[in-house]
Structure formats: structure tokens, C-alpha cells
């Protein structure tokens, strides 16, 4: 089983990243999706997560809600988190989970830093 994230990196505040998960090894469209984050000196909190393929239901922490969307593509067995008007606050190591309530499995995660 593997979750590969990607698409991390250095952005300006009110900057634009789009990270994406790659999953393989699973069944990818029975499983929940989630992206957490976890600053320095912080615990690890969710940002977004989206239900299995039947529903897609989405959900946002407050501290994001209206500036990042997360989708997935079913066919490619691939989330993405689309992050606009970005903050210094949301820099932090960005992980991807996916979750069947029988098993759980993480990425390695991916830097975002939001500095000018």
C-alpha cells in the first residue's frame, strides 16, 4: 500500500497549491479520504476529507472553509486538495489518510511553507 503526496513547496500569503495524494494497493473507492497537517510544536488536525466513492461527501476545518476544496478521481485513485488565498498559518507538513474503518493507512507527507 502506498500514499504519495505531492505537490508542496514555498508559496507567497494569498498564494495557490494544489497537493495531490496517489494511492495505490488499495481499494480506493471504498475508502473515507482525508488531508491532516501538522505544524511544529502542534497535533496533527484535519484540514479536509471526503467520503468513499458512493457519496464524495466533502468536510473543512473552520480554519480553511472557503479556501481549500478537496475531490477525488476515482479513476486515477487520486484526492487533491486545492489551497487558495494561502496563509502563513497554514504552514505545516501536509499528510493524506485513507480510512475504511478496518484499516488505516497514511502518506509520508508533503512541506507547505507560506512566507513572503
Known amino acids: 500500500v502506498q500514499l504519495v503526496e505531492s505537490g508542496g513547496g514555498l508559496v507567497q500569503p494569498g498564494g495557490s497549491l494544489r497537493l495531490s495524494c496517489a494511492t495505490s494497493?488499495?481499494?480506493?473507492?471504498?475508502?473515507?479520504m482525508g488531508w491532516y497537517r501538522q505544524a511544529p510544536g502542534k497535533q496533527r488536525e484535519l484540514v479536509a476529507s471526503?467520503?468513499?466513492?458512493?457519496?464524495?461527501?466533502?468536510n473543512y476545518a473552520d480554519s480553511v472553509k472557503g479556501r481549500v476544496t478537496m475531490s477525488r478521481d476515482n479513476a486515477k485513485n487520486t484526492v487533491y486538495l486545492q489551497m487558495n488565498s494561502l496563509k502563513p498559518e497554514d504552514t505545516a507538513v501536509y499528510y493524506c489518510?485513507?480510512?475504511?474503518?478496518?484499516?488505516?493507512?497514511w502518506g509520508q507527507g508533503t512541506q507547505v511553507t507560506v512566507s513572503s
Open positions: 489518510k485513507a480510512d475504511s474503518t478496518l484499516q488505516i493507512y
Open positions: 471526503i467520503t468513499s466513492a458512493g457519496s464524495g461527501r466533502t
Open positions: 494497493g488499495i481499494l480506493f473507492s471504498i475508502y473515507n
